[in-house]
């Protein structure tokens, strides 16, 4: 099989570097990508995401590189994953620090998780289990299902169709969004670069099968 | 669920161990030691810069790993290379652009301690900047003799006058999304965690806390997740001086009722054994080689400033083979650590008998079925020495194994071939081809300037292949190198022998396959060197001791020991390189060509460690140790003579290659090779 090349949108505040250390040990070739015209030639995209949603939306939006992403994926139906601030992004808005738009692409609301001492504190930061559902989808191998991913996260995508949700952990006695698809628009809350062999077998996966 | 995570002090590029904030001692290369982190999946990393110069040191040219850059951002994305777990940083970072860099080298987390004190609204700012995620504040906690908890900054030293609960709220307050909770009194005392502050600090925020300081056993994790509310345990120490401490730790949480990730040994991506590019590292040799024939030697290219120093009891050099730091006073930790010893009473000598009991009753064979340990035995004065005190003042049935390297000298072999029959115990030596030991003896000196690595890494190896092969779970090695030579540990660690430790230090980085392809060589050419799956140490619980952590250890008395009851010889003639007669019998290159590479490549040799030693014990005026090693150290021995027979090389291709491995930091050239020396 040929190495997939897989673009990465690189608005600065994100860590680039442990993202395409993880592509690259499961055999993709990376691109940073900082302008319009590297992700117009993209073929599978991938938005890491560290960092506020508010100062990533501004940039996203400012930059122009929001309408290229969604052109991306609405006209050109060409893949799109986001990782943590990077899925969250994915949604219609969000309310940290303040209500800031996002890509729209999987519709719904990123909001504060609510904590639940003494044990469920936010940030919600560790490992978790997380569950595939009903709605996933065949790219995703059934193995990680029932396996543990890294979230460190303070807001949580609530999707408007439960049908884009499709793995799940819970948090106190609530099942948050894990992972949200909607065609071939991906997300995951958790972090799979740093998430070690499930991780990188979910990259893999992705590098893989995700077209 | 809970976390359990490593922390790694980085000061001048090395790992170091931390006592009380203010003593460390040096472990080691980090890269080798994130390696074996990523291979047994711990749940976070954190790292701690705690240096004093801006400049790194890890630029042996000997060695496997190496990297660049000078400075910590320089480590940083080679350490990311290895890193697939989260990895929070800290240390000296005073702005958000500090910040910046490091989330751009690899860093997940960053973690802020002294400049959030004396700039709160860095946190602020940080947190809007990077997510309350990615800003970790770290409070180390002095508890006074009066019970009192104060903030405490500047790595222990400064004191704030803060109050850890109100401080620990105005950071969740300010942004922090995380506390890494240190506790200055208890660092690296191995009491366990202050439990009082932990639980404090955890019911006064609602952000995670990380409970850090004073763990020294597997079940001092256990309180401060349970009853501490902490939402993670993390250490430093522990995790440098036991093999597979993390999996051991985790499997003691798990087994105490915390939810955690199970304990997983592997990583189908990443292996234990660094996987090498052959094409990289032939085209590197051939490099080398090059510039060998050339005469391109990086000591007389560049003459780097760089001022050398010495320890001020004993002879041993900033620039040496074995990681060391100094005290306010210039004595290296290797005399620190010798003066403990020294100071040690017949009662703790006592009490570490005792434990030393306990671990043979716990490895013991239970029905008498299989030998209760490994001994591994080169046939020298302290194989001796090992062997006398397990099978005939402990009395338990030893298994000795042998890595024979082909080197021995006449007296050598003698000692080694009558061990069995003296102590009347089963002996196993280990012949690899000599075809195959003469490919790796020119290798060897190739790559690393020593033809020695061979045998290194078949000793570090072989009575550990042998003792999992056997199920035994207890290898006893006698004395722990750097530990005594340069304090590498303190006696207190009851450091025990490592897969890290064998890579780093005796292989220097080159694994087993890194040979394959070199010469022909195959991987079943290399199964001497291929050491047992982290599974089967696991499954086995095999542990290695060194009989020094608990016996008082003297080369010199276990010299005499050897041969007034069981008739060792010492050799017959004189080395060239060092004053001493009874060591490194079983390789006549061990006190020669081998360690003329060292002279050559650090400016000492052999007779500088005998004579530190000598001169710890004071059994060696200083002065006279000096003498000794300015007379010793720069000899040129007769069996690079034989050496040079058995591979089929000549001198001056042997003098050239050398030559490429001479440190500029040490070495110049004018006229002739000079060298930095130690004066009176």
Known sequence: MPQRIVTLVDLQIQNILSVTQALNLVGARVIVARDAAAIAQADLLVLPGVGSFAEASRRLFQSGLAEVIQHHALERQRPVVGFCLGMQLLGDSSQEHGEHPGLGLIPGQVVRLREKLPDHRVPNVGWRTVHLNEYSTAVLPAVLDGANFYHVHSYHFEVKSPSHCIGTSRFADENIASIVARGRVLGTQFHPEKSQEPGLDLLHALVCHFR | MKRLIPVLLLKNGLIVRSQLFSIHQSIGNPMHTVRRLSNWNVDELILLDISTEDRHDLRRDDLQVQYQGTTLLGLLPEIAKLCFMP???????????????????????????????????????????????????????????????????????????????????????????????????????????????????????????????????????????????????????????????????????????????????????????????????????????????????????????????????????????????????????????????????????QRRGTILRGIFEQARSSDGTRHDCVIGVSGGKDSYFQTHYVKNVLGYKPLLVTYYGNNYTPEGEYNLRRMAEVF?????????????????????????????????????????????????????????????????????????????????????????????????????????????????????????????????????????????????????????????????????????????????????????????????????????????????????????????????????????????????????????????????
Not at chain 2, 173 to 202: K, M, P, W
Request: aromatic share 10%; hydrophobic share 40%; proline share 4%.
């Open chain 2, 87 to 349: 990895l929070a940083v800290g240390g000296g970072i005073r702005d958000i652009e500090a910040m910046r860099e490091r989330f751009a080298a690899g860093a997940d987390k960053c973690v802020i301690n002294s400049e959030a004190v004396r700039n709160p609204a860095l946190l602020t700012e940080a947190s809007r900047a990077f997510g309350a995620q990615a800003v970790v504040v770290s409070i180390d906690v002095l508890r006074h003799r009066d019970g009192r908890l104060e903030v405490m900054i500047d790595g222990g030293r400064t004191p704030t006058g803060l109050d850890p609960l109100a401080w620990a709220r105005e950071c969740e307050q300010r942004g922090a999304g995380e506390i890494v909770l240190n506790s200055v009194d208890r660092d690296g005392a191995g009491t366990g965690y202050d439990l009082a502050l932990v639980q404090a600090v955890t019911t006064s925020v609602s952000i995670p806390v990380i409970a850090c300081g004073g763990v020294g056993a597997y079940a001092d994790f256990v309180p401060a997740l349970n009853e501490g509310g902490a939402s993670a345990a993390a250490a430093a120490n522990i995790f440098n001086f036991y093999e597979l401490a993390y999996p051991h730790a985790k499997k003691t949480c798990i087994d105490a009722g915390v939810a955690m990730r199970p304990v997983q040994l592997a990583n189908k991506w990443f292996t234990r054994e660094p996987q090498y590019d052959f094409q990289i590292e032939k085209a590197k040799l051939e490099m080398r080689m090059s510039h060998a024939r050339q005469g391109l030697f990086a000591a007389a290219q560049d003459p780097r400033e760089r001022k050398m120093r010495w320890c001020t009891q004993c002879l041993y050099p900033s620039l040496s083979a074995t990681p060391m730091e100094y005290d306010a006073k210039g004595l290296c930790t290797g005399c620190q650590m010798a003066q403990m010893k020294t100071d040690f009473g017949a009662s703790e000598w």
């Open chain 2, 424 to 680: 009347d115990v089963d002996h196993i030596i280990y012949k690899p081809s000599v075809t195959l030991l003469k490919k790796l003896n020119r290798l060897g000196f190739q790559i690393m300037g020593d033809m020695n690595w061979h045998g290194h890494m078949g000793i570090a190896t072989l009575p550990m292949k042998i003792a999992a092969l056997h199920k035994i779970p207890l290898v006893v090695w006698g004395e722990h190198g750097y530990a005594d030579l340069c304090g590498q540990f303190s006696m207190n660690d009851f450091v025990e022998w490592s897969y890290r430790n064998r890579l780093e230090h005796f292989g220097r980085g080159y694994e087993w396959n890194y040979m394959v392809g070199f010469e022909d060589i195959t991987a079943a050419d290399m199964v001497p060197y291929q050491y047992p799956s982290d599974q089967e140490l696991f499954d086995l619980n095999l542990k290695g001791i060194y009989l020094s952590n608990y016996v008082p250890w003297d080369g010199n008395a276990n010299s005499k020991l050897a041969s007034e009851l069981y008739g060792f010889e010492a050799g017959n003639t004189p080395f060239e390189r060092t004053y001493r007669r009874a060591s490194n019998l079983d390789d006549m290159h061990e006190n020669g060509a081998h360690d003329y590479m060292k002279y050559v490549k650090f400016g000492y040799g052999r007779c500088t460690d005998h004579a530190s030693k000598d001169i710890r014990s004071g059994a060696l005026s200083r002065a006279e140790g000096i003498a000794l090693a300015r007379h010793h150290d720069p000899v040129k021995p007769f069996d690079v003579q034989r050496w040079l027979n058995y591979v089929g090389m000549d001198e001056t291709t042997f003098d050239a290659i050398a030559d490429t491995f001479r440190d500029p930091r040490v070495w110049w050239f004018d006229g002739g090779w000079r060298r930095h020396e130690l004066s009176d």
